[in-house]
């Protein structure tokens, strides 16, 4: 915690502060209550909070926003799928408890 308050967009963050004056059983639902960022919202964030170095030619820029881009469309297609496994699997429990009974 001491590292951490060393840093003040970190303090300042709403997912810090979420952190540290919740319950513990209200963290999870609190933070999945917040709403989600686009890449360009991401980057803008760093930008206010990081010195970067932005002498880049635009094609650069672009190329990186479209490697931000692609990994945002896969990271999205992992989770829909990741979602119908877990649906799935839900499924394949319960008919298998309601086939054979219930195991622990």
Do not use: W
Request: contains cysteine.
């Amino acid at each position: 915690m001491r590292e951490c308050g060393k840093y003040e967009y970190l303090i300042e963050s709403k997912e810090f502060k979420i952190f540290t004056r919740s319950t513990a059983g209200e963290i999870d639902t609190v933070l999945k209550a917040l709403p989600r960022q686009t890449p360009m919202q991401i980057l803008e964030k760093y930008r206010l909070n990081f010195k970067l170095t932005e002498d880049v030619d635009n094609s650069e820029l672009t190329r990186y926003r479209e490697k931000v881009n692609i990994f945002n469309a896969f990271v999205t297609k992992a989770i829909i799928s990741m979602n119908r496994d877990v649906n799935n699997i839900a499924a394949a429990k319960s008919a298998f408890q309601q086939s054979y009974g219930h195991y622990n």
